[in-house]
């Protein structure tokens, strides 16, 4: 089974943010990121300056694989990223958009501090989750688009899956349609 979050909690979390630190606009971007694209932890690290086109309103994600794609930049992940970028991005030689808070400024190089702003977020809200990760966002995405009744195919679109045996796993928590799958017990109900 997918972990993934209660109904409602992402939105908690995004509204619970501090974003009155330089910190805090960085974590409140990467969560907007998570939360609205589900990118992976690894496509948020790889994430450059020149991956966001402001013009045509797209950013470039450089998937699994070495594949990359292009996809629409929502308004509210536009914004979080303008501010982080405009007033809390420390000045420094690397391409990549996340970035080190302590000296030596660097780009991230692994997911430790997504994880980690994960993390924090879940503990101020007092979730308790066995999953820590991008991916905790990533499947509650997908199982909130389920419960709107998009398609698995759908969803395999939006999380950028190569194979839909991958998407399939979401079936698992559709519990609507497997309602209607089950069978009645046999001898009746007591």
């Known amino acids: ?59 470039t994600i450089r998937g699994k694989g070495g594949r990359w ?39 991230l190089s692994t997911g430790c501090a997504i994880v980690k702003t994960v993390t924090r977020a879940l503990k101020k809200d007092g979730i308790v989750s066995e999953r820590k990760g991008g991916y905790l966002f990533r499947h509650t995405l997908a199982t909130e688009m389920l419960g709107r009744g998009a398609s698995l195919q759908e969803i395999g679109e939006v999380l950028r899956h190569r194979k839909a045996d991958t998407t399939r796993i979401y079936a698992k928590v559709d519990f609507r349609a497997l309602r209607n799958l089950a069978q009645p017990w046999p001898g009746g109900a007591r």
């Open 1 to 59: 089974m997918p972990k993934f979050l209660p109904a409602g909690s992402v939105e908690k979390i995004l509204r619970r943010t501090d974003q009155s630190t330089p910190r805090g606009h960085r974590d409140y971007a990467t969560l907007m990121l998570l939360a609205r694209l589900g990118l992976r932890t690894c496509e948020v690290v790889r994430l450059e300056l020149g991956d966001i086109d402001w013009e045509s309103g797209q950013i």
């Open 69 to 107: 794609s292009k996809l629409p930049l929502p308004p509210d992940v536009g914004e979080a990223l303008a501010v982080y970028l405009q007033h809390d991005r420390p000045r420094c030689s690397t391409r990549r958009l996340f970035v080190t808070q302590r000296a030596p400024i660097t780009g």
